[in-house]
């Protein structure tokens, strides 16, 4: 890699593990570049380089507030990852992990070899499953609340308004408390399948692209040997929560969640 190109990483794997080199032949990286992989000792970090000018700290930061640019490269990096899990155990690495150089690559891996090797250890033959559960509006019955009252509350149309918005304010957050708790169940019931288990905030009806509020954003690393079990296990699930809960399951994907990184690259 030349002066004028930065060092993006994108994944650790086990250097007697990594994929046929056509694999990554064929995979663009976040700059269009075939990346490659960079080897210490038993150790591989698949990198590419991307241009300098393009990837320095102001440029990288205009680029990161571009939706569509951001879009893009967060897709070119999933790729290579996913390419490379399929091959090998793979521990990703964050989005925009830079280095000047692959010396300082080479440093990073000799350096942490053993927080590496035993992060490797750790999601060997298992993958990454997200489980995230939607309070189901729409398999909510759209009931009329009649507010208890006299006769004269019927004859006053703003007070029956105002009763009736009461009580359907009263039993939505009844429905979300509900919700809430079976969101809770769920996720226990998902850590009996799944070797490590894990809670992501969830996220708003904006970030999610879906109205219904999310209770659970869940994500579960399992063994391939049991992948079978948590389909069955999911079935059992929706069946049990429905129509208060809707679960999406999303998966296989690499361990994100679970790939611990030795050390907080320096960018330089």
Do not use: C
Not at 69 to 93: G, K, N
Request: aromatic letters at 6%.
């Amino acid at each position: 890699m030349t002066a004028d190109a930065y060092t993006w990483l994108y994944a650790v794997l086990p250097a007697g593990a990594a994929p046929d080199p056509a694999t990554l032949r064929g995979l663009s990286g976040v700059a269009g570049e075939h990346p490659r992989l960079v080897t210490a000792q038993h150790l591989a970090a698949a990198a590419g380089p991307v241009p300098r000018a393009e990837f320095e700290a102001p440029a990288l930061e205009r680029r990161l507030r571009d939706p569509g640019w951001l879009e893009q490269a967060v897709r070119a990096h999933h790729r290579v990852i996913d390419a490379l899990t399929s091959s090998a155990p793979t521990l990703p690495l964050r989005f925009a992990t830079l280095y000047r150089d692959e010396e300082r690559v080479l440093s990073l891996l000799a350096d942490h070899r053993t927080g590496f090797e035993a992060a490797l250890r750790r999601i060997a033959d298992r993958t990454e499953w997200g489980v995230k559960a939607y309070l189901d509006a729409v398999g909510q019955p759209d009931q009329e609340v009649v507010a208890p009252g006299t006769a004269a509350a019927h004859d006053r149309p703003g007070t029956a308004y105002l009763l009736r918005r009461r009580a359907a304010r009263d039993r939505s957050a009844h429905l979300l408390d509900e919700a809430v708790e079976r969101g809770r169940q769920v996720h226990g019931a998902l850590t009996e399948v799944a070797a490590e288990a894990t809670e992501h905030p969830a996220q708003s009806p904006e970030a999610s692209g879906v109205r219904d509020p999310m209770v659970l954003n869940g994500a579960y690393l399992v063994d391939r040997s049991r992948t079978d079990e948590l389909a069955r296990r999911m079935a059992e699930l929706r069946e049990a929560h429905a129509p208060v809960l809707r679960l999406e399951l999303s998966g296989p994907w690499p361990p994100y969640s679970f790939a611990d990184f030795p050390t907080a690259p320096d960018g330089e």
